[in-house]
């Protein structure tokens, strides 16, 4: 079969050689971390990549805080966390004319004050490391990459919302159609897909500063070659030391500055970038015992000028929708947050949970976290250039932000109520990492982590006094059953994934996921109190509360309380809650007098109805 | 072949089907831990198992902190921390005539300041997810369990220190035989090989105690489901839930008590046991969705008059060296220390790195143990038996050696000089958790955990002030060169392990092994200290320091800090030597003045004399 026609835009209703949910053209990062939740939600996908096989190599290589935090909460982290290296500090060298090359300084790369999260390092592996991890557990699920397969155009199918997929199986070379609902590009910085999203080119500007990057096993008299280092030489430029897994270092190398002449991409050769890199380390050793990987790129910020085409049926995810330096480590966790923002509102609109214009907050979201990512890059390349003091100041400014965790989405639907209390959480942020005990079990946990990635939004009840607030527990949770807005989601998802499970794989079987879905697909409670165990049995709470005895919490594991850390003051007179989103961001927090149950009844019920 | 008649000791000289270092008979886990621990040492070793295939369901479950420990050294606790239950607390509830069934209390099981251990909780999983570990560890070298094969007998080779073991494969009921250094019964508590070991019969009692034991799903109102719970019914004897993997509970149900008459096997059925429980359990609910697992046992406290023969060819470990109740999940975890305890020694050994006398040890340790878990056993039966007042007294009594941490070596070749001193490590028992950061990469670390199980001991240097230190160190660090004893330990090891090397997975290529044995196949290095990291660079250091960058330690990551705890006081006057076993028992610790180098040195040189 011969591609469709690019242009027209609408195809003849003929026959295809498949048909699914979800297209998702690209299986590096970003693709995957879609693909793989889809999978895990129960919603059909093919995932389409021209490659051959997985990355073996070298690309990006740097999985941030925010990233391991997702990882962990999807119980996908165990490997890397065993094989990649782990960065902890950076120190910076200079020379210049007068001094030779010599430390300048050394700090923490993510100091707990200003950063706060609970694996405050970089996580370093080369990205098929990181793909193998979204690979592994969708091929448990029985879902796989389908190679060699190129997108060439996507049209619509005239009179119905479905799209026609067109892909080109290179070892073929033929031509093959996909009907599905829903084209999501993950298909890189040379997006194909983005051209079938009108207007959607990339705006912003190419520099000439251009990096060479080598992955190698390195011999050497410096120092510091087990630290992230920052080298600015008067003679040869500007480094950056990446320590890596299997003892491997990555080194950044300048070839030209920001303003200055581009350097012509024949001559930056291995040999070329390692004579560079010597000249910059003089008077220290350096060779190479093995070469892996070797690549050069030229810095460019820029953002596509939209992420999805205004019928919420094409997206574009990951570097297909920016790109900048690498020096950050920014690119692959962007990318891959992208689509776990993506994912769950895919699954719930799917699955008619939600109403359709849901996934217009993806582009309101993620544009907003590209701007920003673009924005800090600009000034991160230029203090790279512009010395340690610049350097050193723009990390301290913008650490949170490189960590991942300081990506803040703007109010709007999904994050109501943006506040100025000191010392809450805020929505559109994460939730703050803390540790708690399960009533049940005795486990202490973390909070954040607990609860497993089912595409359900948690609702959490705060109340310091369990006792004293059990009859505004039970007006609030009765806005949950069958009648109420909740309960129709409820039941509406119920029927939905009886119809259509998750699907699971032979590990599922020790996750115990039923523990929290018990209550509801969309929605997992959870109370969280610092009363005393002995003061109260679970038979004590409300029906659904009872229910939701996996994730009954007792405030005892750690100070700052949770409580605290959350809230800033909660009164014993009062509760709050705290809706978390499916992926792990803060949707809404407020807290009431006992008394004002009602209200609060009314605020969760607010909340959900962008919902069926 | 006919197996080789069993009593007159020779055999001749006749062909065999295979020839091997070691045998181990039975694929339990004493027997796995064993083999694992052989086949990573690069030790040639057949195991054989009568079973067709690996435990599916049952038996063992409660793996406790210091194994927990263990299998972290050996890095692989991994898959059972994700998929077994932790139980952190322990409830009590009693009847009486007069008081229906209530809880009467409920307590931490493993209390921070009477274990300090630092996975203070039981891991509960059933007996084959611990084999697993072992097993695929094992395949990932190219080692397997050769299966359907039952030990028959064992006979010396006339004239050598050989031995032919002779086993039926039980699938073609035929007869093979094997040449062998040394063999290992890990043949469970009916050992076949113990018969080959002249007056090693089981020494004890058995009791008229029996036990019910079920594994399921249960459906119950009983609250305290999720938690180890002991339950004393005046009308149906005691109950010890234990909840575990996947939903399923373990109930121990107790059948008939350690004085009254025995229970008819016939009548030990499931239903009889569920009815019981039943009883004991009213005024709850309590029924099973499914039942996975059924067994029963009478309990005896039993131990082997020996654990080898006299000329340390023939051992046994496991339950074939002891046998006593599962109430208090003893018996696998001790199994598993029994044979980690023997596998350095018989690599050592069998590489001529040692003398023969160390493997004596194994038996001087071992039985030690083994005693002291059968007395303790013997209480602990009768404070279950006595009611909650004694149970709690037995627990808090006993709870450090119930949890793997408390059991200690008497003095000895192995561990030397006990002392009473106060808070300082004691020779023949573990390391302390402590937390250190690691200088070349900043890693905070646990130094119990850091360095892996190669087979090694560790010479750990405490410097609290480096500096001054220097020439104390590069003195004793001279007694490690050729010419000197330590010298030529090392260099017979490295001969030995270049002919016969370390058998490695793929996975240890991100191990790095290679960081521990860059001074010595025999001895890892490593500096702990209280200076800053700013005040020294790793060229600083005696090059044997220098060479083992990756166990220099900065003692900074935590109070107390790893030099309190492990010396009480340590001036900065002074440095501390102490030596840990390859198994990661303290084999001895000292402190000297700076001035006092040269008797450093001496104690170093006498601790090692057993070797070659
Ligand atoms: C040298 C270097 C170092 C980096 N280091 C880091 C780092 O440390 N940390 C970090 O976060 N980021 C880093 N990055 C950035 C990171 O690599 C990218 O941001 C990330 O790979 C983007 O992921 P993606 O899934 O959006 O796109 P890609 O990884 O580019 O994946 C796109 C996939 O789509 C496929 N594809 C493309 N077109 C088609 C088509 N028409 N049909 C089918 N398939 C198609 C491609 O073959 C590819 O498999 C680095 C980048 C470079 C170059
Ligand atoms: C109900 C129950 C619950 C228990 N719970 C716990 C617990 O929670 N925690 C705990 O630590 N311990 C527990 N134990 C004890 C534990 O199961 C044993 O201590 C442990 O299995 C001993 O390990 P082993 O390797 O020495 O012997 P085994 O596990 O008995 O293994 C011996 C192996 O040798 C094989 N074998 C035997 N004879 C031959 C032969 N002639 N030729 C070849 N192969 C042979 C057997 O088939 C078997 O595979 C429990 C025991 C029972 C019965």
Redesign the interface.
């Known amino acids: 079969m011969a591609p469709a026609a690019e242009n027209d835009g609408y195809s003849l209703n003929g026959a295809v050689d498949a048909s699914t949910k979800v297209v998702v053209v690209g299986a590096g990062p970003s693709g995957l971390m879609l693909a793989c939740n889809l999978v895990r939600f129960g919603i059909d996908v093919i995932i389409l990549d021209d490659r051959p096989d997985k990355t073996s190599a070298g690309k990006a290589d740097g999985i941030q805080p925010k990233t391991i935090e997702t990882f962990k909460q999807m119980?996908l982290a165990?490997s890397l966390l065993?094989?990649a290296?782990?960065?902890?500090?950076i120190s910076f060298w200079q020379s210049t004319p007068e001094v030779p090359l010599n430390r300048t300084g050394?700090q923490?790369h993510y100091p707990d004050h200003l950063v706060g999260a609970s694996d405050p390092?970089i996580l370093l592996a080369h990205q098929g490391m990181v793909e193998d991890l979204f690979l592994d557990d969708m091929s448990s699920r029985g879902a796989f990459v389908t190679r060699n397969s190129r997108f060439i155009s996507c049209s619509r199918v005239a009179g119905t919302k479905m799209l026609h997929v067109t892909y080109e199986d290179t070892l073929s070379k033929t031509f093959k159609t996909i009907q599905t609902e829903y084209l999501v590009g993950c298909d890189g910085a040379r997006s194909k897909v983005r051209e079938f999203i009108p207007n959607a080119q990339l705006i912003g500007e190419m520099t000439n500063a251009s990096w060479g990057v080598l992955d190698g096993v390195i011999d050497t008299d410096f120092?510091d070659?087990?630290?992230k280092v920052a080298v600015r030489s008067h003679v040869a430029g500007s480094i950056l030391w990446i320590?890596r897994?299997?003892?491997l270092t990555r080194l950044y190398v300048q070839l030209s500055e920001t303003d200055g002449e581009r350097v012509d991409r024949l001559k930056a050769t291995p040999e070329y970038v390692m004579q560079r890199a010597r000249d910059a380390m003089y008077p220290f050793q350096l060779e190479w015992k093995t070469i892996e990987w070797f690549g050069n790129y030229v810095v460019g910020q820029r953002v596509a000028n939209h992420f999805m085409d205004s019928d919420a049926r094409i997206f574009i995810a990951g570097d297909a929708g920016h790109c900048h330096s690498a020096l950050a480590a920014q690119g692959a966790n962007t990318s891959m947050h992208d689509s776990l923002n993506l994912a769950w509102k895919l699954n719930a609109v799917i699955r008619g949970i939600s109403k359709s214009s849901l996934l217009a907050t993806y582009e309101e979201e993620r544009q907003k976290i590209a701007y920003d990512l673009i924005n800090f890059d600009a000034e991160h390349c230029k203090a790279f250039a512009a010395g340690d003091a610049a350097l050193a100041k723009n990390f301290d400014d913008n650490i949170r932000f490189i960590s991942g965790v300081g990506a803040e989405y703007s109010e709007g639907m999904l994050n109501r109520n943006k506040h100025s209390i000191p010392n809450r959480l805020q929505p559109g942020a994460l939730q703050l990492p803390a540790k708690v005990t399960r009533y049940?079990?005795?486990?202490?946990v973390d909070i954040q982590l607990d609860i497993p990635m089912l595409g359900q939004f948690r609702m959490f009840f705060f109340a310091p006094d369990a006792l004293a607030a059990l009859p505004f527990l039970r007006f609030v949770c009765d806005g949950f059953y069958n009648g109420t807005l909740m309960g129709r989601i409820t039941s509406q998802a119920s029927q939905s994934y009886q119809k259509q499970p998750r699907r699971e794989a032979p590990?599922d079987?020790?996750a115990?996921h039923s523990r929290y879905t018990a209550v509801s697909d969309v929605f997992t409670l959870s109370l969280v109190t610092k009363s005393p165990?002995?003061q109260f049995?679970?038979?004590d709470l409300p029906k659904l509360l009872q229910d939701s005895r996996w994730t009954l919490y007792l405030d005892d594991a750690d100070t700052p309380h949770c409580t605290d850390k959350w809230f800033g003051t909660l009164q014993n007179t009062q509760t709050g809650i705290v809706i978390v989103r499916p992926d792990g961001y803060v949707g809404a927090i407020n807290a009431w007098d006992l008394s004002a149950s009602n209200e609060a009844r009314r605020w969760v019920e607010e909340y959900f109805v962008f919902m069926v």
């Not at 290296?85 to 500090?89: K, M």
């Not at 049940?440 to 202490?444: G, R």
């Open positions: 119980r165990e065993r094989n290296a782990r960065v902890y500090d050394r923490i390092y120092p070659l087990w630290s320590p897994e299997r003892n049940i079990d005795a486990n202490p590990s079987a020790f115990n165990k002995f049995e679970i038979a």
